[in-house]
């Protein structure tokens, strides 16, 4: 049966890349899961190939046609299909067969054929109008252990994987975590800084809930036995779909943690993102290229140019005067809240709040102590924590919440 067929040639031939270099299982998989759902869809158009061998070119000219026309999948998912083909088709012996997606699309506007690496807008959960603080809380009361590595997503960039390999103990190194090579993508190990009193918080939250020695991942299943990381990969997506943690529910997925991880450690560093509203000309382009290159390092990545589908591109730049306008953005947010009743701020945090305002007061921008508290604990839940001592790039991240506050109040009043 062909079915068999595609999981033999992929066991003998999947396990190594085009450049030589070893797939992960999870490529494996998604290569094998993809074939075969390509084959299928032959035998559903009508061509009944029960080798696969003898795949030809009319037959990814049906898939590309019916992928486009009939089914309307994005044109990312398309290119990723026709990749996998051609993947496939090279252990096959075929490897110049599959051209190019607009030779099977030659009616179709090229420019519409280009995947888009760089994100136009925040993927980020808080864009999305979630509330991390309340949210994970509610996370804990399904399922505590993928409480916990959602909260580790946020605070760290990791992946579904690593998070369900993670173990807190043997992993936290004090100044930085550790991806231990095979937790990664493609296998690779990567340090990932501990820059923030979040992350730390964080990160001790979770060793105070998990036994030493122990991932996060379940250990066992409903009926017992032990889980393999199949396994625990299923539960993960199960209770992420029940919990309406999905593009279709909520506008977001799990991999939209790792989106604002990107976006809260690009803050951390001075660096306004551009999907929160940041222009090109804010910092030296050196300073900018080193600044994106940490950024994608701690996201496990070599490419600076990885950064843009996380946090956007900066362009070719626009003229200084428009890269500084958001202190009059800071300026406009609190003049919107001035006449609200806002929050008392509770003791403890009170010395926060006045650090604040002496920052914002050296470049004449005056705030109250109310008005402090709320653009700062506004930064602090965007971390996933209730409160944190102001730190780091203060008046980038607060420029970030005024931006959100403008936007807030922009569509209240469009609702009215």
Not at 57 to 82: F, G
Not at 330 to 350: C, D, G, H, W
Request: aromatic fraction near 6%.
């Amino acid at each position: 049966m062909w079915k068999n067929e595609i999981h033999r040639i992929m066991s003998a031939k999947g396990a190594t890349r085009v450049n030589g270099k070893p797939a992960s299982d999870r490529t494996q998989a998604l290569t094998t899961e993809v074939i075969c759902a390509a084959f299928k869809r032959l035998h559903e158009l009508g061509y009944k190939i029960q080798e696969p061998g003898n795949i030809g070119e009319r037959h990814i000219a049906a898939l590309m046609t019916d992928a486009w026309h009939t089914k309307k999948k994005k044109i990312k998912t398309i290119q990723n299909e026709l990749s996998r083909l051609r993947v496939f088709c090279g252990m096959l012996g075929k490897g110049g067969m599959v051209g190019p997606l607009e030779k099977y699309l030659p009616d179709v506007d090229p420019k519409l054929l280009i995947v888009r690496a760089a994100a136009r807008q925040s993927k980020s959960w808080s864009e999305n109008g979630i509330d991390l603080v309340s949210k994970f809380q509610e996370v804990d009361e399904r399922d505590w252990r993928l409480g916990l590595m959602l909260r580790l997503e946020l605070a760290f960039g990791l992946r579904r994987q690593e998070v369900l390999k993670f173990d807190p103990h043997t992993q936290d190194f004090g100044q930085y975590i550790e991806v231990f090579p095979g937790q990664g993508k493609g296998g690779r190990a990567r340090h990932i800084p501990v820059i923030s009193a979040a992350q730390r918080a964080t990160l001790d939250f979770v060793k105070s809930r998990v036994p030493k020695n122990q991932p996060l991942g379940w250990k066992d299943m409903h009926s017992g036995k032990t889980a393999s990381l199949e396994q625990n990969i299923k539960r993960y997506e199960n209770l992420m779909a029940a919990l309406g943690f999905t593009k279709a529910d909520a506008g977001v997925t799990g991999h939209g943690l790792r989106a604002q991880f990107a976006e809260n450690h690009s803050l951390l560093l001075g660096m306004l993102p551009p999907t929160l509203g940041g222009l090109p000309d804010q910092l030296a382009r050196d300073d900018l290229q080193i600044k994106r290159t940490r950024l994608a390092q701690a996201l496990g990545h070599n490419r600076q140019d990885i950064t843009n589908a996380y946090i956007g591109s900066f362009g070719q730049g626009k003229s200084k005067a428009e890269a500084f306008l958001n202190i009059d953005a800071i300026k406009f947010a609190l003049k919107l809240i001035e006449s609200e009743k806002l929050q008392s701020v509770p003791n403890e945090r009170m010395q926060d709040c006045i650090l604040i305002q002496y920052i914002f007061s050296k470049v004449e921008v005056f705030m109250s102590h109310e008005q402090a508290h709320l653009l700062w604990r506004a930064h602090a839940h965007r971390q996933g924590v209730e409160w944190m001592a102001p730190e780091g790039e203060i008046g980038v991240a607060l420029q970030v919440e005024a931006l959100a506050l403008i936007k807030k109040f922009s569509t209240r009043k469009e609702g009215e």
